[in-house]
């Protein structure tokens, strides 16, 4: 877990009943946000949808990609920036475990913040506390970015960032309530989906960073000491269980059509299995050993052309929590994903 100190919030606003119930505000200050002495050079994309890019080296080098990427942002250049009319919903991690709440994202709200954005980190019940477990959580998180969205004092456009668990609700958030692609109409582009309504209205993209994005996959590496299974409810499975690991949903549907037959993964949970309706910038550190990159790369595999705008980068020799160090190369790149979805940017 990242433990870099941060600043503390300017304000904080409740979006529900109980200590969860809230989320941390910080607005748009003049300075330099840190010393990014490393870079962050972009390699030619090696697969459709995708975007390698190497963290060695020195200055801000970028060998090809998109026109626009590769720009430094004001905390390299010491420059004061101006306050944006952008608004980035942080949704921290922690494997939905009450042990983990929103202060470790305070480096990286505070970095957003000096670099010119308006910013809310939320708060939400996780697995043990009142409300927490599934739907709790993610029910929790779609009403505080639905009040995010619906805050007079927070500028439009939304852009919501999640890491490692906050990844995953935020994809959440951001697909269709319609767990069932077939027979859903609608046209696909850059600006999202139209005709198909999304969990949270008015988000102008999502960047899930290390997102647990798959969680028939996460469960089966057993990822956070089974951590699906704990959000979900289910019992732990035995280390000696055999688990399919060539492919997350392979397997033809038996019994209770809302779960996977041979996980027991709610279908209503898992973004990897529903209709991304809002443009999605995934982040992936390359050496991520808590959540590995395949995980990214499984969910891209699984979007179709019904899905919004999907593309991944990933981030080479960064590790799960170098995406949230604002100290860190990585921190470029998520600040360029989150230009990237502002309309207009």
Same mark, same amino acid.
């Given at each position: 877990?990242?433990e870099?100190?941060?600043?503390?919030?300017? +304000?904080v606003v409740?979006?529900?009943?109980?200590?969860?119930?809230?989320?941390?505000?910080?607005?748009?200050?003049?300075? #330099?946000? =840190?010393?990014?002495?490393?870079?962050?050079? +972009?390699?030619?994309?090696? #697969?459709?949808?995708?975007?390698?890019i190497?963290?060695? %080296?020195?200055?801000?080098?970028?060998?090809?990609?998109?026109?626009? $990427?590769?720009?430094?942002?004001?905390?390299?250049?010491?420059?004061?920036?101006?306050? @944006?009319?952008?608004?980035?919903?942080?949704? =921290?991690?922690?494997?939905?475990?009450? !042990?983990?709440?929103?202060? =470790?994202? @305070?480096?990286?709200?505070?970095?957003?913040? +000096?670099?010119?954005? $308006?910013?809310?980190?939320?708060?939400? &019940?996780?697995?043990?506390?009142?409300?927490?477990?599934?739907?709790?959580?993610?029910?929790?998180? /779609?009403?505080?970015?639905?009040?995010?969205?619906?805050?007079?004092?927070?500028?439009?456009?939304?852009?919501?960032?999640? =890491?490692?668990?906050?990844? $995953?609700?935020?994809?959440?958030?951001?697909?269709?309530?319609?767990?069932?692609? !077939?027979?859903?109409?609608?046209?696909a582009?850059t600006?999202?989906?139209? %005709?198909?309504r999304?969990?949270?209205?008015?988000?102008?993209?999502?960047?899930?960073?290390?997102?647990?994005?798959?969680?028939?996959?996460?469960?089966?590496?057993?990822?956070?000491?089974?951590?699906?299974?704990?959000?979900?409810?289910? &019992? @732990?499975?035995?280390?000696?269980?055999?688990?399919?690991?060539a492919?997350?949903?392979?397997?033809? #549907?038996?019994?209770?059509?809302?779960?996977d037959? /041979?996980?027991?993964?709610?279908?209503?949970?898992?973004?990897? +299995?529903?209709?991304?309706?809002?443009? #999605?910038?995934?982040?992936?550190?390359?050496?991520?050993?808590?959540?590995?990159?395949?995980?990214?790369?499984?969910?891209?595999?699984?979007?179709?052309?019904?899905?919004?705008a999907?593309?991944?980068?990933?981030?080479?020799?960064?590790?799960?929590?170098?995406?949230?160090?604002?100290?860190?190369?990585?921190?470029t790149?998520?600040?360029?994903?989150?230009?990237?979805?502002?309309?207009?940017?």
């Amino acid at each position: 877990m990242l433990e870099r100190v941060g600043p503390e919030p300017d +304000r904080v606003v409740r979006y529900a009943e109980g200590e969860t119930g809230i989320y941390e505000v910080w607005e748009p200050r003049a300075g #330099s946000a =840190h010393d990014l002495s490393s870079s962050a050079g +972009r390699a030619a994309a090696d #697969s459709p949808g995708r975007t390698d890019i190497s963290s060695a %080296g020195a200055g801000l080098s970028w060998s090809s990609g998109s026109p626009g $990427h590769g720009k430094p942002t004001p905390a390299d250049t010491g420059d004061v920036p101006p306050a @944006r009319a952008v608004t980035v919903a942080l949704v =921290h991690g922690g494997f939905w475990k009450a !042990a983990y709440d929103r202060t =470790h994202l @305070r480096s990286l709200a505070g970095a957003l913040a +000096r670099d010119g954005f $308006h910013v809310a980190s939320v708060e939400y &019940p996780r697995v043990g506390m009142p409300g927490g477990g599934w739907p709790g959580t993610g029910d929790a998180v /779609a009403d505080a970015l639905t009040a995010i969205v619906a805050d007079p004092s927070l500028p439009s456009p939304v852009v919501a960032v999640g =890491h490692s668990a906050g990844g $995953h609700l935020v994809a959440w958030c951001a697909s269709s309530p319609t767990t069932a692609t !077939a027979g859903i109409t609608g046209t696909a582009g850059t600006a999202g989906i139209t %005709g198909v309504r999304a969990r949270v209205d008015g988000l102008a993209g999502v960047v899930p960073l290390a997102g647990v994005l798959d969680l028939v996959l996460a469960d089966r590496q057993s990822l956070g000491d089974q951590a699906v299974r704990a959000l979900v409810g289910l &019992p @732990r499975r035995h280390e000696s269980t055999p688990r399919d690991e060539a492919g997350a949903h392979g397997h033809e #549907s038996k019994g209770d059509p809302a779960a996977d037959p /041979a996980d027991g993964i709610p279908v209503d949970a898992d973004p990897a +299995r529903q209709r991304l309706v809002v443009p #999605s910038v995934l982040v992936h550190g390359a050496d991520d050993m808590n959540v590995p990159l395949s995980v990214s790369e499984a969910y891209l595999a699984s979007r179709t052309s019904d899905d919004a705008a999907c593309r991944l980068v990933a981030v080479g020799e960064a590790d799960h929590f170098a995406l949230i160090d604002p100290l860190t190369p990585a921190y470029t790149v998520v600040v360029e994903a989150i230009e990237s979805l502002v309309p207009g940017g």
